[in-house]
């Protein structure tokens, strides 16, 4: 069974960070490319970053991010722990949303973890 659990939302501050976790099950986890979307009522559920299959012989992972959070979000992955990451510095109010990873192999959601930025 696909499992895609989220977790590490909560509310800050304009300005703060948060890391985002989404620990994985059920697939191979290693040959996926994993995305990060975000959702909101008025906006609907939007692409915010993604990052590929691992390179390997020193090949840098392709990552691709939304043009609203370039050079403030940073995804990563663990493929030992299964685990996709999303690293976000200087919260803005827009960036309130749902986060929600998926899996680009079995195009799977998680639960999802709510990010509420404000003051």
């Known amino acids: 069974q696909v499992r895609l659990v989220e977790s590490g939302g909560g509310l800050v501050p304009p300005g703060g960070s948060l890391r985002l976790s989404c620990v994985t099950s059920?697939?191979?986890?290693?040959?996926?490319?994993m995305n990060w979307y975000r959702q909101t009522p008025t906006k609907g559920r939007a692409l915010v970053a993604a990052?590929?299959?691992?390179?390997?012989?020193?090949?840098?992972?392709?990552?691709l991010y939304a043009d609203s959070v370039k050079g403030r979000f940073t995804i990563s992955r663990d493929d030992s722990k299964k685990t996709l990451y999303l690293e976000m510095n200087n919260l803005k109010v827009e960036d309130t949303a749902m986060y929600y990873c998926?899996?680009?192999?079995?195009?799977?959601y998680g639960q999802g973890t709510q990010v509420t930025v404000s003051s």
């Open positions: 998926n899996s680009a192999l079995t195009a799977s």
């Open positions: 059920g697939f191979d986890f290693g040959v996926s490319a």
């Open positions: 990052i590929g299959v691992t390179g390997t012989n020193d090949v840098p992972t392709n990552t």
